[in-house]
Nanobody, 127 residues
Framework: QAQLREFGGGSVQAGGSLRLSCGPQ????????MAWFRQTTGKEREGVASSDIDGATSFSDAVKGRFIIFKDSETNTMSLQMNNLNAEDTAMYYCAAGPLDSPCRGRRLYAGDYTAWGQGTQVTVSS
């Protein structure tokens, strides 16, 4: 199973911003459906955002309008720009990727669609 690596977690005050990155990848990010998930203790892993092979993006209702997901072909990384953070965004964030050349399955954010995962990076938002 391919392993991914996340960067950029940390602590921030409510209203602040953080950028998470995933990479560099051994496979071309432009050929991958990639996503961010997050999880807090005692809760299921929750889909946050996805970026498809054709450039389409999808966001959960909880982060829509505040988070941006994008890929950088030059550095072969995928990033999540998180703005206007609040305490409910506190979680361990995970990068995920699907099989090579396999598009995302519509706009759903389902963990079972992804075959490669990172170890996670902690984001803590204080109010």
């Amino acid at each position: 199973q391919a392993q991914l690596r996340e960067f950029g977690g940390g602590s921030v005050q409510a209203g602040g911003s953080l950028r998470l990155s995933c990479g560099p990848q051994r496979r071309s990010v432009s050929r991958l459906c990639m996503a961010w998930f997050r999880q807090t203790t005692g809760k299921e892993r929750e889909g946050v955002a996805s970026s498809d092979i054709d450039g389409a993006t999808s966001f959960s209702d909880a982060v829509k309008g505040r988070f941006i997901i994008f890929k950088d072909s030059e550095t072969n990384t995928m990033s999540l720009q998180m703005n206007n953070l609040n305490a409910e965004d506190t979680a361990m964030y995970y990068c995920a990727a699907g099989p090579l050349d396999s598009p995302c399955r519509g706009r759903r954010l389902y963990a079972g669609d992804y075959t490669a995962w990172g170890q996670g990076t902690q984001v803590t938002v204080s109010s």
